[in-house]
């Protein structure tokens, strides 16, 4: 069933240069750069993960334990497959970087040096290092991550947005940070009346 289901969305996709914007679901059409994001380059590096510093503004409140030693185990047998993404610190202020996206695969390696001390998977984590970010870029990153991976609930949507509101205030003009409908839209979460009555609740 989920075969057929992929199959038929693939044939069903759009043709090059055919516009299909107005079946596009909700925060999906005329996608735009956020700001600060366009030329952003990482660099690829191999990391000692008891390198990297959890990510303090991190959304996710939760995490099932089971599915981190799942993970842990399937990092054990074949690696980290998808890296993590990082910041870099200024040196001498603690460790040398901060965790951007990717806390469960983090806790995950973490977790499996401890299991398995002698399995060299966790000797190192693969990772997209950022120089120091900006504080809208940073908040987009990590949610986007949290958000499309495994779904937040509306509460941690609601701070997570409430963060990428407060870094763009950061660098808004005199006119302020957008409106709470306009970082909706921004951010892809058009439609989500649920994390709009979390973002009013006083």
């Not at 074949?78 to 040398?96: F, N």
């Not at 060299?120 to 504080?135: D, E, K, Q, S, T």
Request: contains cysteine.
């Amino acid at each position: 069933m989920a075969e057929r289901y992929v199959q038929q969305e693939l044939f069903e996709a759009p043709l090059p240069g055919e516009d299909r914007a107005g079946d596009a679901p909700p925060g999906t059409g005329n996608v735009a750069p956020l700001p600060g994001t366009a030329g952003l380059e990482p660099e690829y590096r191999l990391l000692n993960p008891e390198d990297i510093q959890a990510d303090p503004g991190q959304p996710r409140r939760s995490f099932d334990q089971r599915g981190l030693l799942e993970l842990a185990a399937s990092i054990a047998r074949v690696g980290l497959i998808e890296p993590l993404i990082v910041e870099e610190r200024d040196a001498g202020r603690g460790l040398p970087y901060t965790l951007v996206a990717g806390e469960r695969r983090h806790r995950a390696m973490l977790l499996g040096r401890r299991l398995w001390p002698g399995n060299p998977h966790f000797a190192a984590a693969r990772c997209l290092v950022y120089p120091p970010l900006p504080p809208a870029v940073r908040a987009a990153l990590r949610l986007e991550e949290n958000a499309r991976r495994r779904g937040l609930d509306p509460y941690e949507v609601a701070a997570g947005l409430a963060a990428f509101r407060l870094g763009m205030a950061a660098s808004a003009g005199p006119g302020g940070p957008p409106p709470w409908e306009r970082v909706l839209e921004m951010l892809g979460f058009g439609g989500r009346k649920e994390v709009l009555r979390w973002l009013r609740r006083p």
